[in-house]
């Protein structure tokens, strides 16, 4: 295999060679404590988006209020799930 297609870990730094499947945009070697780093930066990514802001507000509002209200509000987020589940399913 040619040296070009190695990539340096953002993390460790070390040389390293991406998945095929996915090396236009793979940054970090597959090292737990890179892959831990990578977690960590995408996660902070998703949360500095401007959407994501407030993030699980539904669920602290919903914890303010009686238990019934935190049963249904449970309940409907699993009917949720569970018909994109289906929808997964069935296309």
Do not use: T
Request: proline share 5%.
């Amino acid at each position: 295999m040619a040296g070009g297609n190695r990539r340096k870990c953002k993390c460790c730094l070390k040389l390293f060679r991406p998945d095929p499947r996915n090396r236009h945009h793979q940054r970090y070697c597959s090292e737990a404590a890179c892959r831990a780093a990578s977690k960590a930066a995408s996660q902070a990514r998703w949360r500095a988006a401007p959407e994501n802001q407030g993030g699980g507000s539904i669920m602290r509002s919903a914890a303010s209020r009686p238990p019934s209200y935190r049963v249904r509000l449970l309940r409907l987020v699993q009917q949720v799930a569970l018909s994109r589940e289906i929808s997964n399913i069935f296309g």
